[in-house]
Each structure stands twice: as C-alpha cells, then as structure tokens.
C-alpha cells in the first residue's frame, strides 16, 4: 500500500499545535533548513545564470526592438524614414545630456507629434517642459504630465482651464506666466479664456517662454547631479552601446524566427496535434498528483483523524508513536511484498550496467593508467636524476642509472672505491690487509688499523695488554705462552711450581727418548 509521509505530518500538523516542539526536539527544523539552504543556493546560482542572461541578451534585445518600434512609430507620424532617423539621432543625443532617459523623452515627443506638434519645435518645447519638471523635481512623470496638458489645450485650440489646472497642480505658475507675457492680470487672463479668446499655439509659446524664465537651465543643473550622472551613464550605455549591441543580435535572430515563422504557418496540424498532447499530458499529470493526495488524505482520515483509537491518546508523544508505527507496519508490509525484491532488482542492473561498461572500457582505462604510471615514474626519476644525490652518483659511476636498473652490482664497489680512498694502502689486490704479523705486533699503531690473523692466534685484550706490558697497577702479570697466566704476587709459588713440573716432565721424557 502506498503512503505519503509529508502528507500524514502536514494533516497531523493541523490537528494539533504540538507538532512543531516535537519536530524541533528531534531535529527536522535543523534538518530542513540545511535543505533549504541547499537550495537557496542552488537557486541564487540559477538566478545568476538567469541575471546573466538577461544583461547580455534580453535586455540588449529589448532596446533595439524598442527602437525599432520607436523608428516606425516616427517613420509613421514624419512620413519617411529619413525624417524619423534624423529625428530619432537628435532625440538621442538630446536625451543622453539630460537627466531625463530616452524611453521617456521618446514617449512624450510621440504624444506632442499626435497632438499635431510640428518635428522642428519638438526638442524646444521638450526642453521648456524638461527644465520645469527638473526644477521642480518631477522627473519623467512631471514631464509626461506637463505635455499632456500642452497637448490637450492645442488640440482645443484654445486655453481651458482644465488644462491650465493640471499645469498648476504639477507646480508651474501657468496663469501667472500667461498674464505676464500678455501684459494683463491673472483675473482678466482667466475670463479670456471662460470667454475661449486665448489661442492655443500663442498660450503655448508663451507658457515654454516661461518655464525657461522660471526655471532656467534646470535640466543642465540636474544633469550634474549624482542621479543626473548616472541616468546620463546609463542612457549613453544604453542607446550608444547595449542597443548596438541587441541590433546586432536581431540581425543575426530575424531570419532565423521568419523562418520558424514560415514554418508554423505551415505546420499548423502538427502544432494543434503538439497542444492536444500537452494538454493531455497536463491532465494525467495534475489528475495523479491530486489522486495521490486524495489518496493520502483518507488514508490519513480513516487512519488517524476518525479512528477512535488515535483519538483516545492524550498526549502528543503517543500520537507520535502511534503514527510512525501505523508507518513503519505499513512499510514492511511493502518491503516483505515487493519493496525488497525492487529494490534488489534495480541494484542489481544498475551494478551490472556499471560494471559491463566498465569492462568495455577496460583496454582503454589500463593504456590510461600506464600512461599516467609511467609518466609519474619518468617524473620522479628525473627529479632524483636532478637531485644532489643524482649528481653526486653520476660522480661515482656515469652509467650509475643504468647499472641500477638493470641490476649490476659494480656500482658499490665505485661507491667504495669515490667514498673510502684512504683504504687503498691497507688492501690488497685479492681485497686482504697488506699488514700480516705472524712473528707479532707489539703495538697497534693506530685506530682502525688493518691487519691479517692466522689460526691459533690470540688477540689481547686492553688490559691484558696493558699487564703485559707492565703497566697495570694491580701487581705483576707473568704470561706464560702454554695457558699459565700470574696476576699477582700469591701466585708466583703456583706458577713456580708448575713450572717446576713441567721441567721435570720434560727432562723424564728426554731420559725415555
């Protein structure tokens, strides 16, 4: 029987408050905010890529279809294409020395030329209206509001004080500057236009007179500005390099989609065919997720929610146990059934994919490891070749590496011959001590002294020597040659008396002989 464990502790979760203590108590908070650190990660890597994206390809793109949205819509209101690149190349150049950016500036110069501007007074009204909403800090939406309303009164061709409202409501003294540029007062300039004797382009010229008036050179000033500096920056990227940049690329992408085009149009039964599939596909898909938590949600309510026994449990320790023992029956249940023999089943094709891959692949991994073995060899042995103790062999022996690998033994006796020079008087041809003392030696003349013994000798000890020599200090020593030895004055009486023996001894075997 299938379950769904996040399912059974999602429903217990809103059947009681005590779940996220328990949950804390055995770690999963710990864990499942590891989890999610994992995939913030993942995701702040995949929304990198996505950034990266964006910067050098659609957002380039977007700026040149822009502009070339741009460069129809001019084409269309001017009447040719000539007017409308001349137009659109001194908007730009105008744009990218104000702190206004060129989308808005486009925007506005499409509304005034609709409201039936003439191209030639465009960037002087432009600059009038881009002063105004500067000094009074309005940016780009004080100048869409300021156009619109010039906009307005010239297709009334006349002065209404709905337009005249809206000029003073974004903070420009529009009934002051009109009265003053015709020489009457604010009260008279507004019955004249109740009574519509005010034309329109004379009210208008007169309004841009004055907003240069009140507000002059705001746009420049602004232009110096941190923000001004940067919109500047960014305009000029912008429409100097990022939309070259995107115009290059659609060049290189609208034959490509007219093709794609061309194609959908005529494959449209096999694009219906593709949606048809899509949409089943959806379907069966969303149909078995919401039957799975169908599934898991009775399996929950017969098992917990309505069954009296999980009911009856007072405390959340209990319910716990009873839930994760229902769980761990119900997964025996299907290990000893199938869940095992699956289980075995994909591990064991995937070892023996794994393995006979592998085996395919064997000739070709043993040529890799002895390339890579012998170029490890070949390195280390260049490095002990390079090495002080290389040259230094090469001093004993030239051919020292070659006799090493092939095993000649000759390179210890050079070793012997380059290290120990001094031996050469002491040894001779056969590889025996020249100093041969059959007839004795009363002294070693010095340490390490060499010299050939013979069989029967005896060698002295120190002290012994030092006795013979009669320099100990332990009374006399009398050594005779035939195993008596006298070490102290008690002695002599024995020694003399063997002596005396073995004379005796001697003289009876003379007599026998």
Do not use: C
Not at 33 to 43: E, F, R
Not at 149 to 154: D, I, N, P, T
């Amino acid at each position: 029987m299938a379950f769904n464990l996040e399912a059974i502790i999602s429903v217990v979760d809103r059947s009681s408050a005590k779940l996220g203590r328990i949950a804390r108590s055995m770690d999963i908070t710990g864990r499942s905010v590891s989890a999610l650190g994992g995939t913030v990660s993942m995701l702040n890597a995949g929304l990198a890529a996505v950034g990266g994206t964006y910067a050098a390809v659609v957002k380039p793109l977007q700026l040149a279809s822009d502009a070339e949205q741009a460069s129809i819509a001019f084409e269309t209101m001017l009447g040719s294409a000539t007017k409308a690149q001349k137009f659109l190349t001194e908007l730009t150049d105008y744009a990218n020395s104000t702190p206004f950016e060129l989308p808005e500036l486009r925007d506005s110069s499409k509304r005034l030329l609709a409201f039936g501007f003439a191209a030639d007074k465009i960037l002087p009204i432009l600059t009038g209206v881009g002063n105004a909403a500067a000094g009074l800090g309005l940016g780009g939406e004080g100048v869409d509001r300021i156009t619109m309303a010039l906009g307005q009164m010239r297709a009334k061709s006349k002065v209404s004080g709905e337009e005249m409202m809206q000029l003073t409501e974004a903070g420009i003294p529009a009934w002051e500057i009109l009265a003053k540029k015709m020489n009457v007062s604010t009260a008279e300039v507004m019955k004249m236009s109740e009574k519509g004797l005010i034309p329109a382009n004379a009210a208008i010229n007169a309004l841009i007179e004055g907003m240069n008036e009140k507000f002059p050179d705001m746009m420049q000033k602004q232009s110096k500005s941190l923000a001004g500096l940067y919109s500047t920056m960014k305009d000029t990227f912008n429409s100097k390099i990022l939309t070259k940049w995107g115009q290059g690329l659609a060049t290189a992408l609208k034959p490509r989609f007219d093709r794609l085009v061309t194609w959908i149009d005529n494959n449209k039964a096999t694009i219906d065919q593709w949606g048809a599939s899509l949409k089943y596909a959806a379907n069966e898909g969303m149909d078995a997720v919401i039957r799975k938590f169908e599934s898991g949600f009775s399996y929950i309510k017969t098992h917990f929610l309505d069954n009296p026994a999980f009911q009856k449990l007072k405390t959340f320790e209990s319910k716990i146990n009873f839930i994760f023992n229902d769980v761990m029956k119900t997964f025996n249940t299907w290990w000893a059934a199938e869940g095992k023999s699956k289980l075995e089943s994909i591990a064991s094709v995937a070892t023996k994919t794994l393995v006979d891959a592998i085996s395919t692949k064997s000739d070709d991994f043993a040529a890799a490891g002895l390339k890579i073995g012998a170029a490890i060899g070949s390195g280390m042995w260049t490095g002990i070749s390079d090495s002080k103790a290389g040259k230094l062999m090469r001093k004993i022996s030239p051919d020292w590496a070659e006799n090493l690998m092939s095993g000649n033994t000759n390179i210890g006796d050079a070793a012997v011959d380059y290290l120990v020079p001094d031996w050469t008087p002491f040894i001779g041809d056969a590889g025996k001590p020249k100093n041969k003392h059959a007839g004795g030696l009363s002294s070693v003349p010095y340490n390490g002294y060499a010299a050939e013994l013979h069989k029967g000798e005896r060698v002295l000890t120190k002290a012994e020597a030092d006795g013979y020599s009669g320099r100990s200090s332990n009374g006399v020593t009398v050594n005779v040659y035939g195993g008596m030895q006298v070490r102290q004055e008690s002695d002599i009486a024995a020694v003399a008396k063997q002596l005396a023996h073995l004379i005796t001894a001697n003289e009876g075997a003379r007599s026998v002989g």
